[in-house]
C-alpha cells in the first residue's frame, strides 16, 4: 500500500506551487489550502493518507494544526501521516514537541522537489 491523497498546507505561492506540481506530476491526487483554518478544515473533512504542514501560516500555527489533528477529539486524523515543514528556527522544546507529534520534519531550504518526493514514497499510509 502506498500513499496516494495529500493535503498540502502551505502559504508560500511559489513553494506550495511546487510540491503539488511534483506531487501530481508523480501521480498523486494533491489538494492544497494556503490559510491555517482552511487547512484544518480540509484535513477534518476529508480523509488524507499525508498532510505536509508548513509552520508559519496566516490564521492558525502549523504547530496548533499538528496539535489539534494530533490530540484533539473533533480533528483527530491516526490514519494520516504529517510532515511538518519550516524555515522557521524553533527552539528545542518547541521542536521536539513538533516531531514527537509528526511522522517527519523537514527543513525547507534543504528540501527540493525531488527530496520530498523520496521522503513520501518511503513513508507508508497508517491505515
Given at each position: 500500500m502506498a500513499i496516494k491523497t495529500i493535503l498540502v498546507i502551505e502559504d508560500d505561492r511559489f513553494i506550495?506551487?511546487?510540491y503539488v506540481r511534483s506531487l501530481k506530476k508523480e501521480?498523486?491526487?494533491?489538494d492544497w489550502m494556503v490559510g491555517g483554518n482552511d487547512g484544518?478544515?480540509?484535513a477534518r473533512n476529508k480523509p488524507y493518507d499525508l498532510i505536509l504542514l508548513d509552520v508559519m501560516l496566516p490564521e492558525k500555527r502549523g504547530n496548533e494544526i499538528l496539535?489539534?489533528?494530533?490530540?484533539?477529539k473533533e480533528?483527530?486524523?491516526p490514519n494520516t501521516r504529517i510532515i511538518v515543514l519550516t524555515n522557521f528556527e524553533q527552539d528545542d522544546e518547541s521542536r521536539m514537541a513538533m516531531e514527537h507529534n509528526a511522522d517527519a520534519y523537514l527543513i525547507k531550504a534543504e528540501i527540493t522537489p525531488k527530496k520530498l518526493l523520496e521522503v513520501v514514497a518511503n513513508l507508508t499510509p497508517l491505515a
Amino acid at each position: 500500500m502506498a500513499i496516494k491523497t495529500i493535503l498540502v498546507i502551505e502559504d508560500d505561492r511559489f513553494i506550495g506551487e511546487m510540491y503539488v506540481r511534483s506531487l501530481k506530476k508523480e501521480g498523486y491526487e494533491v489538494d492544497w489550502m494556503v490559510g491555517g483554518n482552511d487547512g484544518l478544515t480540509a484535513a477534518r473533512n476529508k480523509p488524507y493518507d499525508l498532510i505536509l504542514l508548513d509552520v508559519m501560516l496566516p490564521e492558525k500555527r502549523g504547530n496548533e494544526i499538528l496539535e489539534a489533528l494530533r490530540n484533539d477529539k473533533e480533528d483527530l486524523v491516526p490514519n494520516t501521516r504529517i510532515i511538518v515543514l519550516t524555515n522557521f528556527e524553533q527552539d528545542d522544546e518547541s521542536r521536539m514537541a513538533m516531531e514527537h507529534n509528526a511522522d517527519a520534519y523537514l527543513i525547507k531550504a534543504e528540501i527540493t522537489p525531488k527530496k520530498l518526493l523520496e521522503v513520501v514514497a518511503n513513508l507508508t499510509p497508517l491505515a
